[in-house]
């Protein structure tokens, strides 16, 4: 069993949706939560990052993590197509390194005008 | 400031022919990351460097790849020989401290086809 596991998608919505981004995790060790944007031909790119259980928000973005389900969530609301991009969560273990940061495959999201 | 810059961006070779990438990472950033990243999945780590030091390459395949970093600056990684499954994007990384809660910035990467 891979330690985050993710929905590789493709996910296609209307512009406006609320878009939901999902991953569950294995290690429960992690504390360390983070997701990742990659737009096509780019490196991925920092997004939003949480410590331990609960809600982040970042103007439309909200970044959640449920420990007790080992449950990751990101939500977008009022989405636009510049949200097009293939979304990356990852986790780290309290204390590690950030080259133990361990990727999920990606879901890819196609937002529609 | 300056992003992560890689070379090339693109790249095709023919199995068993060698290759090399270079990474110029943000400048003043300590720790810098070779990630391995096939067409579907999330970046692997293959290794990282703490100035000119390496602290993890174990899921670097040394019997083929290897990588070094000059005076804790820019850094090469090379594949000989390249097989078919090395096709991927190579992302090099950095971050200032390489701690826990640091950031990784990303560069473009270089995509390898093998054929």
């Known amino acids: 069993q891979k330690e985050v596991e993710q929905d590789p998608g493709p996910l296609s919505v209307p512009e406006g949706a609320i878009v939901s981004l999902n991953c569950t995790y294995s290690?429960?060790?992690?504390?360390?939560f983070m997701w990742y944007r990659q737009y096509s031909r780019k490196g991925p790119e920092l997004l939003m990052y949480?410590?331990?259980?609960g809600n982040k928000e970042d103007g439309r973005f909200t970044a959640q993590v449920d420990k007790s389900s080992k449950y990751i969530s990101l939500f977008i609301r009022d989405s636009q197509p510049s949200d097009s991009a293939t979304y990356l969560c990852?986790?780290?273990?309290?204390?590690?390194?950030?080259?133990?940061?361990?990727f999920g495959k990606g879901t890819k999201l196609s937002v529609k005008p | 400031e300056a992003g992560v810059a890689q070379s090339p961006r693109y790249k095709i070779i023919e199995k068993r022919q060698s290759v090399a990438f270079w990474c110029n990472p943000i400048?003043?950033?300590?720790?810098l990351y070779w990630y391995q990243q096939i067409l579907g999945q999330g970046p692997k780590l293959l290794i990282q460097?703490?100035?000119?030091?390496?602290?993890?390459d174990s899921q670097l395949p040394k019997d083929r790849f290897s990588a070094e970093r000059l005076k804790g600056v820019d850094s090469t990684l090379k594949i000989q020989p390249a097989k078919l499954e090395d096709s991927a994007v190579y992302l090099c990384?950095?971050?200032?401290?390489?701690?826990?809660?640091?950031?990784?910035?990303f560069g473009p990467g270089t995509r390898l086809t093998v054929l």
């Open positions: 990384a950095s971050s200032p401290t390489g701690g826990w809660t640091d950031t990784q910035y």
């Open positions: 290690n429960s060790a992690f504390q360390y």
């Open positions: 949480t410590y331990s259980s």
């Open positions: 990852a986790s780290l273990n309290y204390g590690g390194s950030q080259g133990n940061l361990i």
């Open positions: 400048s003043g950033h300590a720790t």
């Open positions: 460097f703490q100035n000119n030091g390496v602290v993890d």
